[in-house]
């Protein structure tokens, strides 16, 4: 059992930087693969950035590769979403999910996800 609960998100200018953070608990949690997801108003949950269990393999979506990071700290159960060079279009909630195997841009394929962490960026 893998319990996600994010934190980190509010309000920001755009050109500003959130960093958002996940926090895993669970026997295994750092053995999994992790991802993070948003959903904006009416529009369906679209993919970021994934992350190996060890954190030697990271995967971007073209919407946000150059500006946003992902990484972890499996010591402290806890994976992050270095968010850069914010933009209004940014705004939406952002999810954090955890995959027993490999990870993917495939929402259905993850086993575990957070509540969400809200994120608005204001021009």
């Known amino acids: 059992q893998v319990q996600l609960v994010e934190s980190g998100g509010g309000l920001a200018q755009a050109g500003g930087s959130v960093r958002l953070s996940c926090a895993a608990s669970g026997r295994t949690s750092s053995n999994y693969a992790m991802g993070w997801f948003r959903q904006a108003p009416g529009k369906e949950r679209e993919f970021l950035a994934a992350i190996s269990w060890t954190g030697s393999s990271t995967y971007y979506a073209d919407s946000v590769k150059g500006r946003f990071t992902i990484s972890r700290d499996n010591a402290k159960n806890t994976v992050y979403l270095q968010m850069k060079r914010l933009k209004p279009e940014d705004t939406a909630v952002y999810y954090c999910?955890?995959?027993?195997?490999?990870?993917?841009?495939?929402?259905?394929?993850?086993?575990?996800w957070g509540q969400g962490t809200q994120v608005t960026v204001s021009s």
């Open positions: 999910a955890a995959d027993r195997e490999f990870p993917t841009i495939v929402a259905t394929a993850y086993n575990y």
